[in-house]
């Protein structure tokens, strides 16, 4: 049986996790359970590891995995005078909804390695974390975006697309035949390619050199 805190910091994580492909930061999970500072979160889940519920992985970034949900309702609504509203994460039994998206190869979160190639496989993804464009995956190669929480072996989720906005995470193809998965920022008539990895410098190329492939939607990790 979890605490009612447990059990809302459990349904927290796993909706971000849905979400964005990502664990929720210490920050995000204080604010979002109203406590005043992380050492409650820590208590949480290790509470919520020894239970069974969710596995820490060491040294590692946002590195939360959810092993299973408990069977019971949600508990009650908190009281009108509470400090924060729970944020509005789905039940489990409604997430159930699954699609598939072609595997076209693999992509470097480091220097640029390999090109994107034909599809050759299908896997299956959560609906949720897709929305009306086309979709596609790549598993990444490096660790150049790890501390945006995407390690080496990581399947990422891709929105096919041509454009990007300053921050969001892209599939870069440069000159043609080299690609890689880094943040993006527009100066002028050059872009960069910004890495989440202080071992990495980032990138700047003329904008004619750089072509979007994609905007991260989703990631998926094996354990």
Do not use: C, W
């Not at 979890?2 to 979400?19: N, V």
């Not at 699954?98 to 959560?126: C, L, S």
């Not at 880094?182 to 100066?187: A, E, L, N, P």
């Amino acid at each position: 049986m979890l605490t009612r805190k447990q059990h809302e910091l459990l349904l927290f994580i796993d909706g971000h996790l849905r979400r964005t492909g990502f664990s929720p930061s210490f920050d995000e999970m204080k604010d979002a359970l109203g406590l005043r500072s992380k050492s409650g979160i820590h208590r949480l889940i290790s509470a919520l590891e020894e239970r069974g519920f969710l596995h820490r992985r060491h040294h590692r970034a946002r590195a939360l995995e959810i092993l299973r949900l408990p069977d019971i309702d949600p508990p009650p609504p908190r009281p009108a005078d509470s400090r924060r509203p729970m944020p509005d994460v789905p039940a489990p039994e409604q997430i159930a909804a699954v699609m598939d998206v072609p595997f076209v190869g693999r992509i470097a979160a480091g220097n640029p390695i390999e090109a994107i190639t034909p599809e050759t496989t299908r896997i299956t993804v959560p609906a949720d974390m897709l929305g009306k464009a086309s979709h596609y995956a790549l598993e990444v190669t490096g660790n150049s975006m790890e501390e945006a929480g995407i390690l080496d072996g990581d399947m990422v989720i891709i929105r096919e697309q041509n454009h990007a906005s300053d921050g969001e995470i892209v599939v870069a193809l440069i000159d043609g035949d080299e690609v890689t998965l880094k943040r993006i920022r527009h100066q002028g008539s050059e872009i960069a390619l910004i890495p989440a990895n202080s071992a990495y410098d980032t990138r700047v190329f003329p904008a004619g050199r750089v072509y979007i492939q994609g905007t991260l939607a989703g990631l998926i990790r094996r354990y």
